[in-house]
C-alpha cells in the first residue's frame, strides 16, 4: 500500500497581471524522497517554492502537508508544521558567529525564544543542540568564526544546517549548490545524499550531476506548468523535455 | 591598591561592555563624595539629570540599538511617566509608588497600542508613524487646560512613605537604584534568549521567521520593554525638576535622546549612559567655548551643535565606545563570540 | 453655525490643505524616490518665509519678495543636496534622522543669528488686502484666496510636469521602482538632485505665502513638517496625487475639526465635558484619521508602489 504524500499540492495557479508563473500545478514529494524540480530560467520555480512556504498566496489551489491544508497558515506556522527551507541567496545571520546561527535556532525549536533570565549563547543545552545541528554538515570547527568570515561554501552549509534544525519532515532547498565550487559542491551533495530516506526533500537545483545523482524523482517546470514528471530514467528518455530543457544545458 | 591594579588590567585588556557600564553605575554612586569635597553641590543636579536621560536612552537603546526599530515617539512615554505624577498630585494622590506602578501600566498600554500600529509597517512608515503618535500626544497634553496646558504644573516630589524626597541626596540615590535596576535588567534581556532573538531579528528578519517564530511579537515586546523603562524615567524627571510641560514630550526630545545614543555607542550596554554624560557636558561646555571666541553669539551655540551631530554621523561610526575600541582601551565593538 | 461661517471655514481649510500639499508634494517624492529621511525640509519652508519677507522689506513689493525667493529657495536645496545630502543616502534611517536633525538645529540657529529670535515683519500685500464676496454677504480674504489659487495653479503644473513630460516620466519610475530606474541608466544624481531642489523650492513658496498670515520666525516649518508627514502617511509615499488628495483631506478635516467639534460635541455631552474634551479631541482629530487609515491601509490611500 501506498503511503501518504508527506508534500502534496493540487492545482496550484499564480499569476502576477499577465505573467503566469504558475499553471494547475500538482505534485507529490512521498516520505524519505528526494525530489528534484528542474526547468529553465523563468519556469517558477522558486515562485513555487515560495507559495508551499508561505511567503506567497497562490490564486487557486492547495498545499497540503502530512494530509493537512497550509491554506491560510503564515511562514513561521508553516515551519512549525514541520518545513524547512534553505534559500537561494545565503539567508543566515552575519553578525553572528555560526554556533549563535545555531543557539538562536535551537532556542527556537525548543520553544524558549521568549526567556528573559538565563545568558542564551553560554547556556550548556543550546550549546550541545547548536554544535549537533552544526556537526551534521560539518561546521563544527569553525563554530565560532562569525559568519562574515566564513567561505561561501560554509555558508550554504550553515544555509543548510539552520533548514535541518527544527527537524522537518519537508526540506525545501532553494539551489543549494548556487555558487558553489567543485569541492563544495561535492561536500553539499553527499550532506544531501545522507539525508536520503529520513527527510522529504524538494530539491531545486541547476547542478543536472547533483541532481541525476540525488534524485529519486523528478518533475520539469516549464513556465509554469509540469510537462514531465518520473524517476531519472524516464525522464532522460523523455523527447519533450529534452528539446524544451535538457538539450540547450550542458 | 588591587582595585586600581585590576583597573589598569582592565584597561591594557580592553574594557568590556558591561564592565564599562558598572564602572560608570560606580561613578554616580561616588560622585557626590566628590561633590561634597569638592564643594559643587550643584554638579548633583547635573548627575541626576544625566543619570534620567541615561535611562530613557537606555530604554529607547533596546528597540533601536538591538532591535533596529527607529522609534522616533519615546519622548512621549517619558512626558507621560511625568503626567503620571503630576495628574496623580491633581487628584490627590501623592504616593510615589503609585505614580511608578501607575507609569508602568499606561505606558506599557500605550506601548503596547502605538506598537502594534506601527510595527505592522517598516522603514521610512515606521518613522514617521512614531512621529506622528508623539506630536498627537504632545497635542493632547497642550490642549488639556486642567492639567496647565501649554503653561504645565508644577509638581511636589513624590511622597514615598519612609523616604523623604526633599532630604538632600535621597532623590539621587532614587534616581541612581532606578538605573540600576534598568541596567541589570537590560544586562539579562541582552543576552537571553528573547535578546539574542531580537538582535538576530535586527540582523535577518526572514532568517528569524524561517525558524518559526513571529518577529512582529518580539517587536511589540520590547517596544513595550522600552516604553515602560522611558516612563520610568519620565516619573522621576518629574520629581526631579517639581515641573512638567507638554515640552517634555515634543519629538525634538526623541531626537536629543537618539542623539545621546550615537554619541555614546548605538546597541552596546554602556553607550547610552556615556553619551548623556557627553550630551551634558557638551551643553554645559560648548555655551562657554563659544562665548569665548565670539562673546555676543554664546547664546547661539547650537549652531555649532547641528554641524557637529552632522560630523558624528558621517565620520563618527559608533560613538565614544567606537572611538575607545579604535584607540585600544575597549574591546567592545568586536564582541567575543560563543564558544564551544 | 452659519453658512457664512461654514463656507468661511471651509476655504480657510482649503488654503491650508493646499499650503500642506506644497510641502508634502516635494517631501513625498524625496521619501519615496530616495529613501531619504528629510526632517529638515521644514526649514525649506522658513528659509523661503525669510528670503520672501526679507527682500520685501527691502524693496517695499511683495511680489518683487516672491519673485526672487523662488529662485533662492531653489538653489538652496540644490545646494544643501550636493554639499551634505548625496553623502547620506547610502546610510541606514537612522544616520539620516539625526544628520537632518542636526540640519534643523543649524538652520534654526542660523536664521536666529541673522535675523534675530523675533518674528519678522511681514504683511499682506496691498493688492490682496481686500476682501471678495465669494457668495453675496460672504466676504473672503482676497490673499487667502490668493493662496488657494497659487496651490491649485502649482499642483496643477506639478501634475502636468510628472504624467506630460519625460522628466516627468523619469520621476514616476523612480517614485515606482528606484532600482530598475538607476539600472536603465538615467543620471539618478542629477535626477535627485533636481527633485531635491524643487520640492524645497515648493516648501519655500508654501513659508513665503504663509508669511502674512502667521509669523515667519524661527522653527515656524517644524510644525507644517509633522503634519505634512501624516498627509504623506495617509496618502502614500511617493504619491504625489495622494499628496494632494491627503493634504485637502487633513486641512478641512484640522480647521473645520477645530471650530465645530467642540460645538458638535455639545450637541451629545453636556457643556463641561464638551468644552474640556472639544479643544483636545480636535487638535489629536488629524492623528486618529492617520491612525484610522493606517489600520486598513498601512502603506496609504494611494501607494506609488506595486
Avoid at chain 1, 499564480?14 to 503566469?20: D, E, I, N, R, V
Avoid at chain 1, 549548490?177 to 541547476?206: K, N
Avoid at chain 2, 550630551?279 to 565670539?294: D, I, S
Avoid at chain 3, 488654503?15 to 508634494?25: D, N
Wanted: charged share 15%.
Amino acid at each position: 500500500m501506498m503511503p501518504d504524500p508527506v508534500l502534496e499540492l493540487r492545482g496550484l495557479n499564480k499569476s502576477f497581471g499577465a505573467l503566469t508563473a504558475t499553471s494547475n500545478l500538482s505534485l507529490t514529494v512521498m516520505p524519505g524522497e528526494i525530489h528534484a524540480l528542474i526547468g529553465p530560467n523563468g519556469a517558477g520555480k522558486t515562485t513555487l517554492i515560495q507559495q508551499i512556504y508561505g511567503a506567497l498566496k497562490p490564486d487557486s489551489g492547495q498545499v497540503f502537508l502530512n494530509g493537512r491544508d497550509l491554506t491560510g497558515l503564515s511562514v513561521p506556522e508553516r515551519i512549525r508544521a514541520g518545513i524547512g527551507r534553505s534559500f537561494q541567496i545565503s539567508n543566515v545571520l552575519m553578525d553572528f558567529s555560526a554556533l549563535e546561527n545555531g543557539i538562536i535556532a535551537e532556542a527556537a525549536r525548543l520553544g524558549q525564544s521568549f526567556r528573559f533570565l538565563r545568558p542564551a549563547f553560554s547556556d550548556p543545552n543550546l550549546i550541545k543542540g547548536a554544535s549537533a545541528i552544526l556537526d551534521r554538515v560539518g561546521l563544527l570547527d569553525r563554530a565560532h568564526l562569525p559568519v562574515g568570515d566564513l567561505a561561501h561554501g560554509d555558508r550554504r552549509m550553515l544555509e543548510l544546517a539552520l533548514a535541518l534544525a527544527a527537524s522537518p519532515s519537508l526540506l525545501l532547498l532553494d539551489e543549494p549548490m548556487a555558487g558553489a565550487g567543485p569541492d563544495e559542491g561535492q561536500r553539499m551533495t553527499e550532506i544531501i545524499e545522507s539525508l536520503r530516506g529520513r527527510v522529504a526533500i524538494l530539491l531545486i537545483e541547476h547542478d543536472m550531476d547533483a541532481v541525476f545523482r540525488l534524485a529519486d524523482r523528478l518533475t520539469v517546470l516549464v513556465e509554469g506548468s509540469v510537462i514531465a514528471a518520473g524517476t531519472v530514467a524516464e525522464i532522460s528518455q523523455n523527447q519533450a523535455v529534452k528539446s524544451a530543457y535538457l538539450g540547450d544545458e550542458d | 591598591m588591587t582595585e586600581l591594579f585590576h583597573f589598569a588590567n582592565l584597561v591594557r585588556a580592553g574594557i568590556r561592555d558591561n564592565q564599562l557600564l558598572w564602572m560608570l553605575v560606580a561613578g554616580f554612586a561616588l560622585f557626590p563624595l566628590f561633590t561634597h569635597f569638592a564643594d559643587l553641590p550643584f554638579w548633583n543636579d547635573v548627575a541626576m539629570r544625566i543619570m534620567l536621560l541615561g535611562m530613557a536612552a537606555m530604554g529607547l537603546n533596546l528597540v533601536l540599538g538591538y532591535g533596529g526599530m527607529v522609534s522616533f515617539g519615546h519622548a512621549a512615554f517619558i512626558g507621560i511617566g511625568a503626567y503620571c505624577v503630576g495628574i496623580s498630585q491633581f487628584f490627590g494622590i501623592t504616593n510615589g509608588l503609585f505614580h511608578v506602578f501607575l507609569s508602568i501600566g499606561v505606558c506599557g498600554a500605550l506601548g503596547l497600542v502605538i506598537g502594534y500600529l506601527a510595527l505592522r509597517t517598516t522603514g521610512i512608515y515606521f518613522i514617521m508613524i512614531t512621529l506622528a503618535f508623539a506630536q498627537m500626544l504632545f497635542f493632547l497634553f497642550v490642549s488639556l487646560e486642567q492639567f496647565g496646558g501649554d503653561d504645565g504644573m508644577s509638581i511636589d516630589r513624590a511622597d514615598f512613605l519612609v523616604i523623604d524626597l526633599y532630604e538632600p541626596l535621597r532623590l539621587y540615590f532614587l534616581i541612581w537604584v532606578a538605573l540600576v535596576l534598568v541596567a541589570l535588567g537590560l544586562m539579562f534581556i541582552i543576552r537571553s534568549r528573547f535578546g539574542v532573538t531580537l538582535r538576530a531579528i535586527k540582523s535577518n528578519e526572514s532568517r528569524v521567521e524561517a525558524m518559526g517564530l513571529v518577529p512582529l511579537h518580539f517587536k511589540i515586546t520590547s517596544y513595550v520593554i522600552s516604553a515602560v523603562i522611558c516612563g520610568l524615567a519620565g516619573t522621576l524627571f518629574a520629581s526631579w525638576q517639581e515641573y512638567v510641560s507638554p515640552d517634555i514630550m515634543h519629538w525634538t526630545r526623541s531626537g536629543e535622546i537618539m542623539i545621546i545614543i550615537i554619541l555614546g555607542g548605538l546597541g552596546t550596554l554602556a553607550g547610552p549612559l556615556l553619551g548623556a554624560i557627553v550630551f551634558l557636558l557638551l551643553e554645559e561646555f560648548l555655551p562657554l567655548a563659544l562665548g569665548a571666541v565670539a562673546p555676543a553669539y554664546a547664546e547661539n551655540w547650537m549652531i555649532l551643535f547641528g554641524p557637529l551631530l552632522i560630523m558624528v554621523v558621517l565620520f563618527g561610526r559608533g560613538g565614544l565606545i567606537g572611538l575607545l575600541d579604535k584607540a585600544g582601551f575597549a574591546r567592545i565593538g568586536k564582541r567575543k563570540m560563543a564558544v564551544k | 453655525m452659519t453658512l457664512t461661517l461654514i463656507l468661511e471655514q471651509t476655504f480657510n481649510g482649503l488654503q491650508a490643505g493646499v499650503t500642506l500639499f506644497l510641502v508634502a508634494a516635494g517631501l513625498t517624492l524625496i521619501l519615496g524616490i530616495m529613501d531619504f529621511v528629510f526632517l529638515a525640509h521644514g526649514a525649506q519652508v522658513m528659509i523661503g518665509a525669510y528670503a520672501a519677507a526679507a527682500i520685501t522689506q527691502a524693496t517695499g513689493n511683495f511680489f518683487i519678495g516672491l519673485g526672487l525667493a523662488i529662485p533662492i529657495t531653489f538653489a538652496s536645496g540644490y545646494l544643501l543636496e550636493l554639499l551634505i545630502i548625496r553623502h547620506l543616502y547610502r546610510r541606514d534611517h537612522m544616520e539620516q534622522v539625526l544628520a537632518t536633525f542636526g540640519l534643523i538645529l543649524f538652520f534654526n540657529e542660523a536664521i536666529r543669528v541673522g535675523f534675530g529670535p523675533a518674528a519678522l515683519y511681514s504683511d499682506l500685500p496691498p493688492a490682496l488686502s481686500g476682501f471678495v464676496e465669494i457668495l453675496p454677504e460672504t466676504p473672503y480674504p482676497a490673499y487667502r484666496l490668493g493662496v488657494i489659487a497659487v496651490g491649485l495653479v502649482c499642483a496643477l503644473g506639478i501634475h502636468l510636469f510628472v504624467s506630460k513630460t519625460r522628466i516627468g516620466a523619469m520621476v514616476r519610475a523612480g517614485a515606482n521602482n528606484p532600482e530598475m530606474t538607476a539600472a536603465l541608466g538615467i543620471n539618478i544624481k542629477i535626477l535627485f538632485r533636481l527633485i531635491f531642489a524643487t520640492g524645497a523650492c515648493l516648501a519655500g513658496v508654501a513659508g513665503m505665502m504663509l508669511g502674512p498670515l502667521t509669523s515667519v520666525q524661527p522653527g515656524m516649518g517644524e510644525p507644517l513638517l509633522i503634519l505634512s508627514l501624516v498627509v504623506i502617511i495617509i496618502g502614500g509615499i511617493g504619491s504625489v496625487r495622494g499628496a494632494f488628495i491627503a493634504a485637502i483631506i487633513v486641512g478641512l478635516v484640522d480647521t473645520l475639526g477645530r471650530v465645530f467639534l467642540p460645538s458638535i460635541l455639545r450637541l451629545f455631552f453636556e457643556q463641561a465635558t464638551a468644552d474640556g474634551a472639544g479643544p483636545a479631541l480636535a487638535s489629536m482629530l488629524v492623528y486618529i484619521l492617520m491612525a484610522v487609515v493606517l489600520i486598513f491601509r498601512p502603506t496609504g490611500l494611494f501607494p506609488a508602489k506595486g
